[in-house]
């Protein structure tokens, strides 16, 4: 619908600011996993589905980043791991 310029700069900032929230929802994701024993087989495997689908796992990295902006799940698992120790 937008031809030239105007849909080069709407693409380049969809693009970046999906990623933003993908890199925070990866953030959220290491923080929310931090007391799991398991933590390393988790991630592990996060990536690896990054690696071998990558549009989706990207998305599903940048819906959890929205809802951690919303809920500020980073903040509560800090406080929470805070009080009772990290491990």
């Known amino acids: 619908p937008f031809p030239g310029w105007s849909r080069f ?3 380049a900032l969809a693009a970046t600011l999906a ?3 993908a890199m925070q929802g990866l953030a959220t994701a290491h923080i929310l996993l931090a007391r799991v024993p398991a933590r390393p087989i988790i991630l592990g495997i996060g ?3 990054i690696v071998v689908a990558e549009p989706w796992m990207l998305m599903g990295f940048a819906l959890l980043g929205l809802v ?3 809920l500020s799940l980073r903040a509560r ?3 929470s791991s805070a009080k009772g120790g990290l491990h």
């Open 77 to 79: 698992a800090l406080a």
């Open 68 to 70: 951690e902006m919303a």
């Open 47 to 49: 990536y690896a589905m």
């Open 19 to 21: 990623m933003l929230l």
């Open 9 to 11: 700069v709407a693409i």
